[in-house]
Structure formats: C-alpha cells, structure tokens
C-alpha cells in the first residue's frame, strides 16, 4: 500500500467546498480530480481547488484515484458508492451512509469481494472535546453511565442553504442529516445500540425557502420533522433524543450524560470543539482541562468566533488504517450501526412499538493527541 491515496470528489454541491478546503491539512490524501451530474459545477470547484474536472464514468475509471468521497445527495449515496466499489476504489461517504441496513450490507459484501474498504461521516466525534469526554468515561470520571439526554433542535435549513430540497425528503430529516452526529459520538462514548422508540411528527407539509437564490419558493416535506426517540444501549444505559426542525428557541443542553459517580457535558457533536464539564457526587460543575488535543484547537473564523474545524480527519484516518492494516474509526460496521438506528428510529416513529437493532458494532478506538497529530502533515 502506498503511502499517498489518490482522491475523488463525486458531488460538488455546497460540503465539497469543506473537503476541498480541508484535506490537504493531513497526510495520506492527494486529492486529484472531481466531478458531478451538473460539469459546471465540477468545473468550478476544480478551478478553485486547482484539480481535474471530470465526468462521473471519468472519475471512476480514473487509475490514479484509489478512495472516491461520495458527497452526493443521500438518496444517491447507495448506488454511487456501489458504482465506485464495482470499479475498484475505496469509498469515503458523507453521512448518512445509506438509507437503509440492507444497502449498507450490500456495499459490505462488494467491498468484502472486492477487498476494498468502505468509511463514512461524521468524523467530528474525533475531535479534541469528544475524544477529552471520552477519555474522561475510559477513566471512570463518572462511573458506568446510565442515562443520558441529547438534544439536536432549530427550524431546518430552508433558511441558508442555496438548494434544501433533500433536507426534507426520504434520507433527510433531523434524524437522518443531524442525527448522525449525535448516534456516531453516543457510539464513541457509550458503546451501540440495543433498541429504540420514538413518537414523529411533521408540523407542516410545505416549507418556504428564504435563502438565496430560490427565496420564496416552496418545497414539500415528506420526512418527519420532530422526533423525540428513547435509545436503549447494549450495557443498559438508556438515552434521550429530541430531533426537530420545529423548534425557533430553546434552552436544552446539546449532550448529558449521566453515570453512578457523576455527570458529564458534552458539545454539539455536529463541531469538534467546545467546552467539556463534569460534575461529581457533589454536584459542583467542572469544566475539564483540555489535553493538548490537535483538533480541539480553533482554526477557523466564522460569524460566531473561532472554532475548530477538522472534517476530512476520518478520511484521511482511513487512509492511514490501510496502509497499517488496522480498523478504521469511522468505518463501514459503525456507520452502518447508525443507519441501523435511524431506520429503527423512524420506523418506530411510524409503528408506535420498540424496535430491535439488527447490528451491533464495536467502539471506535480512541484518538489521542498522538495519534491526532500523526494524521496531520
């Protein structure tokens, strides 16, 4: 295995700017060309990022690319990624995976035929505030954790985002494009999933776009919108998630979580960075003292401060897990682990019953600051 992987972009729509802007920060990834359904569009990132436009068939028939990124809309994630598999690259998704367990056990078997690995998004649980809160419970800080809340609320995307049609179709929702996050650290933190339940509702069948450029025109809604979910982990511990697109203002904490020897507070898993706290049997609240962790440290501006922003991290410790042979954190078992749960999720929103997960996975190793800054150039 060679030390550089050779990079595809397939989806130049708004996250690619993130991955084009971000990969080069770690080793291991040369990105080399890009393409999309609509060329203007690949043309335009391509001559802003200084790589090859290309056509899809092009892209996957291109020899110098070893791992495709699959950014397109998560409706084409299955079918793109199978594409990309059948034609012998490695496949890095953004999230979700798939729509459903059976299409991510049917890209397991081809990668598995094809000895080719598969990863998926989010990768933020990698960073320095969730990989501190999980070192704090690997430590004991509060004990075995029972119980927990997870709270994940605003009023959708149709308000900044140029095309959120798919926000709001099948593969979309709160649960299915924010809930991820949420799922991906609770697996890095607790462990997987045993069963769920949840309550779906949708507030409205329409919604107004108030971005530019398609202000005022309206779009349907065809996926819940406000799910509230009881997730119960394979060591007994039982967790709350509220998921809405129908709230204008709330004050719940992103993530609690609850042990025998305290409680501790995490961040919004959507961002690599934040305040972690703790508090013991004495109820005094902590804040945590950071580690010296890589992506825990502010490297971006936005309208809201500085933050730290490290996407691209789990490609990138994808490539190094090929080329040392090794489980890669945001892999294909988990991903699907997840998917998994957001199916359950839904279908038990529709049912009104508890449903069983048919998967189960491991923890992701831990990612210390070592082994963090090993993946940086």
């Known amino acids: 295995m ?3 992987l050779g990079v595809g972009i397939l989806g130049c729509g708004n996250i690619s700017a993130t991955y084009f802007s971000l990969a080069p920060m770690f080793k291991g990834l040369k990105l080399l060309a890009c393409a999309d359904i609509n060329p203007a569009m690949a043309t ?3 001559e802003e990022y200084g790589v090859t436009a290309q056509g899809v068939d092009e892209l996957l028939a291109n020899d110098e690319v070893d791992v495709i990124v ?3 809309v998560p409706g084409a994630h299955y079918d793109m990624s199978k594409r990309a598999l059948e034609a012998g690259k490695h496949v890095y998704s953004e999230k979700p995976l798939v729509l459903s367990v059976d299409e991510g056990k049917a890209l397991g078997r081809i990668a598995a035929e094809q000895n080719l690995s598969v990863g998926c998004a989010p990768d933020t649980f990698l960073g320095g505030a969730h990989q501190l809160a999980r070192s704090f419970i690997d430590e004991g800080g509060i004990g075995a954790i029972t119980s927990g809340t997870c709270h994940v609320m605003s009023h959708g995307m149709e308000m900044w985002h140029p095309n959120p049609d798919f926000f709001f179709l099948p593969g979309g929702g709160p649960v299915f494009d924010i809930g991820p996050y949420y799922i991906a650290n609770l697996i890095n933190l607790v462990g997987p999933v045993k069963r769920v ?3 779906a509702s949708t507030a409205t069948k329409t919604r107004t776009i108030t971005s530019e450029p398609r202000n005022g025109e309206i779009i349907p809604v065809e996926t819940p919108t406000n799910i509230h979910a009881l997730l119960e982990f394979e060591n007994g511990a039982t967790i709350s998630l509220v998921a809405s697109w129908d709230v204008w203002a709330h004050r719940h904490a992103n993530m609690e979580l609850y042990g025998t020897e305290g409680s501790l507070f995490v961040p919004d898993p959507n961002f690599f960075g934040g305040t972690v706290e703790a508090a013991g049997r004495d109820g005094q609240i902590e804040v945590l003292e950071e580690r010296g962790h890589p992506f825990g440290k502010p490297n971006q501006e936005t309208p809201r401060g500085s933050r730290a922003n490290y996407r691209t991290a789990g490609l990138a410790d994808m490539a190094l897990a090929l ?3 090794r489980d890669a954190r945001c892999s294909l078992q988990r991903a699907l682990h997840g998917v998994d749960v957001m199916a ?5 929103g ?4 508890f449903v069983d997960l048919s998967t189960t996975c491991t923890r992701p190793a831990a990612l210390d600051a070592a082994a963090a800054s090993a993946l940086l150039r």
């Open 197 to 199: 339940a949840a309550l």
């Open 2 to 4: 060679t030390k550089e």
């Open 350 to 353: 529709e049912t009104g019953a």
């Open 70 to 72: 699959n950014l397109t």
């Open 44 to 46: 335009s990132r391509a």
């Open 344 to 348: 359950a999720i839904l279908k038990s």
């Open 323 to 325: 080329i040392e042979g």
